[in-house]
């Protein structure tokens, strides 16, 4: 029996305007009304994850930031992982400056870019919330002043991919890197996932790893995908995140009905 659903949120339970549509809103209402326990597993901060949860007006565990934040019921922070001030300097100064758009952000949801100027605007409006500024970040995370559980990169995608080949030569052994979007690299603490995440929380629920079904569109998908074998990629997701799910849906409505009846047949036979 399925009892924990984990859903993705961007590409997955929210659409591109950052809405999650009627017929998906009515998939969680009904699930939530059927018993089922809901996590939200996502690259965002806690505070949006709160934001997109609120209407529910339900408990749900959180995993955020990719797995460096885990709270059982978006309240009691079970673990968080942050890069050391070391580290956290060093790959700051591996990157030009000018060479990508790049946000840091913290375990208590702030987040940081150098300076607020146009070109940082448009991706600043992505985040539920506003970055900070702050002109020395290297003294800030060297010195301990800010600890980074997470380092964002934007740019065109073949210099990400670029980017992820060359930050995992020099620090591979102690980073995670996921290509979280289209344009959005994601560089995060060794062993660091959202599959890492959710083990913490189901072992603190009691859940066994077939009690969970996760539903996700992109790399960073993958790691809660290899815990169960009810996983669920969107069908616009990549090629490669498709063959490694279990079931290919075009909502999280569809996954959901598809879990529903997975436990109905489960209780029948």
Not at 240 to 253: D, G
Not at 261 to 266: E, K, L, R, V
């Amino acid at each position: 029996m399925i009892k924990l659903i984990v859903s993705d949120l961007d590409g997955t339970l929210l659409d591109h305007n950052r809405q999650i549509i009627e017929r998906d809103r009515q998939a969680v209402r009904k699930a939530y009304e059927s018993g089922f326990t809901i996590c939200i597993a996502s690259g965002r901060m806690n505070s949006e994850i709160q934001m997109v949860m609120e209407p529910f007006a339900q408990p749900f565990h959180a995993v955020g930031q990719n797995g460096a934040t885990v709270r059982l019921n978006n309240a009691r922070l079970l673990g968080a992982k942050e890069f050391t001030p070391e580290l956290s300097a060093q790959l700051l100064q591996a990157v030009p400056r000018d060479a990508f758009i790049n946000f840091i952000h913290c375990t208590n949801d702030d987040y940081f870019a150098r300076v607020r100027s146009e070109a940082i605007m448009p991706y600043e409006a992505r985040v539920m919330t506003s970055s900070s500024v702050h002109d020395d970040l290297e003294q800030a995370l060297a010195s301990d002043e800010l600890r980074c559980s997470k380092m964002v990169y934007f740019g065109e995608l073949e210099r990400l991919n670029q980017l992820e080949e060359q930050l995992n030569r020099t620090f591979g052994d102690r980073i995670e890197t996921f290509i979280s979007d289209k344009d959005c690299l994601d560089v995060m603490p060794r062993n660091v996932s959202k599959g890492t995440g959710i083990s913490l929380l189901i072992k603190e629920l009691g859940i066994k790893p077939e009690e969970i079904a996760c539903i996700g569109d992109s790399f960073n998908d993958l790691s809660m995908f290899a815990l169960t074998p009810h996983s669920y990629a969107m069908a616009q997701s990549p090629e490669e995140i498709r063959n490694r799910a279990n079931t290919v849906v075009n909502s999280v409505a569809e996954a959901i009905d598809h879990i529903m009846a997975y436990n109905t047949a489960s209780l029948v036979s």
